[in-house]
């Protein structure tokens, strides 16, 4: 199965005190209901990786199917996310084990020279592909999950290509950031309530605001801008400008693809010779 994230019940969460198991679509609307008490799966390092997809993917799917009010039911986040992703039928892009390599995966770029061989670097557990590189080994123990689910894959693989920086020759880290050494920042409102507050109350912020980030940051794209950076293919060396991307774009930073190996999921990822996208260094991030 190719553990399709808009179909597949893979993501943990706790609902009324009771474990519940969603769908990526199910659990948007949990979030909008506000029901969702805790997602247990998620490290703590790995939390505003997660809010900040949910919102971003959230507003950029509203803001293509023209809806200014975030929605509720299941059944509609199922058709406005696959509208953002309208020319794959099967649902590659939100899938997290794709084998045509042509095709994109959930957070996964494709691979255009058509082999697998030139991802030669290998990841056996979650753990060891979001690595904290503060820890040392130390506060953190590495390769810990041998025993992984499909989720803790996602949210691994989220945390490295949205909040990872700069690791040596050919691991360029994400362009949200001031300098491949620093961090991604991160600072919101936890209005009253739970997660799903937070998740609600900043993608309809992003809904409100979408003009004044635009008239504020005119070297975006105002219309027909990448919104999902891993749907485009990479070639290890062309980077994307920031004329080509929408505002809220979900970047990716580098080219990895989960493959089943042995009745296990593995990382295989390969080092680009060129961030994967080329911002101004006067924007510092």
């Known amino acids: 199965m190719p553990l399709n994230c808009l179909e597949e019940p893979l993501l943990t969460t706790t609902i009324d005190r009771g474990p519940a198991h969603l769908s990526l679509p199910s659990l948007y609307s949990a979030l909008m209901r506000d029901v969702v008490e805790d997602m247990p799966a998620v490290r703590p390092h790995q939390r505003q990786a997660l809010h900040a997809f949910l919102v971003q993917v959230g507003a950029l799917a509203h803001l293509k199917a023209k809806i200014d009010t975030p929605v509720l039911e299941t059944s ?16 590659e892009p939100w899938s997290l084990v794709v084998e045509d390599i ?6 996964q770029p494709s691979v255009p020279e058509g082999t697998l061989d030139i991802l030669r670097q290998r990841s056996e557990t979650p753990d060891a592909l ?11 123990k590495a390769q810990r999950m041998a025993i992984a689910r499909p ?3 996602f949210y691994a693989l989220l945390t490295l290509q949205t909040m990872q920086g700069y690791l040596g020759a050919g691991n360029y880290g994400i362009n949200r950031m001031n300098g491949g050494y620093a961090s991604r920042a991160s600072v919101g409102l936890a209005p009253n309530g739970g997660l799903g507050a937070r998740v609600k109350r900043d993608l309809r912020r992003l809904l409100q605001e979408r003009s004044d980030v635009l008239n504020d940051n005119p070297w975006f794209a105002d219309v027909n801008g990448i919104d999902l950076v891993w749907i485009e293919p990479w070639d290890r060396v062309s980077p994307i400008v920031p004329k080509q991307l929408d505002p809220f774009y979900v970047e990716v930073c580098r080219r990895v693809r989960l ?20 911002f101004p260094k006067d924007t510092n991030g």
């Open 151 to 153: 989720e803790h894959w």
């Open 259 to 278: 493959v089943r190996q042995d009745g296990s999921i593995v990382a295989l990822r390969a080092r680009s010779k060129a961030a994967r996208i080329a």
């Open 76 to 91: 509609v986040w199922a058709r406005l996310l696959r509208g953002l992703t309208e020319t794959f039928t099967s649902d």
């Open 130 to 140: 979001d690595i904290l590189a503060t820890s040392k080994n130390h506060d953190v």
């Open 102 to 107: 042509s095709k994109p995966g959930l957070l």
